[in-house]
């Protein structure tokens, strides 16, 4: 009698355990019955049905990126492309415009102050009005 009470007593306390152990039993069973010879073929159905479709998931998905990386590529030989243009273009505004601050301040350089204040009263429309 007393066994009986300690095995109820521990019974009490570690009844998640129990029903842990009656939950595992049940699926084996289960698996058991769906792996016999009649019950595989639904399992492997749906297996070989996870497959193609993961299968299909991965080559959609390297499509995809073999695309995206592909049109990164070719924006980033566009910007280049351009950036290339801007350089080419800026060095040529830049060598032109020093010509012609040199050819501007060597023609001041050698122009009398007189002259130069006619250029400005000209440029500027201004009336030039001299000392006596």
Sequence with gaps: METWNKIWIWIQNYWKIILICIIILVIL????????KDGTKPLKELLETA????????????????????????????????????AEEYAKNKKALQEKQEQTSTLEQNKQ???LVQEVAKEFGIEVIERK
């Design 113 to 115: 102050p007189e002259q």
């Design 29 to 36: 069973l289960v698996t058991l019955k769906l792996f016999r």
């Design 51 to 86: 497959k193609r479709s993961f299968d299909e998931q991965v080559k959609t998905y390297e499509e995809s990126r073999n695309k995206e990386t592909k049109e990164i590529k070719q924006q980033t030989d566009n910007n280049t492309t351009i950036q290339n243009k801007i």
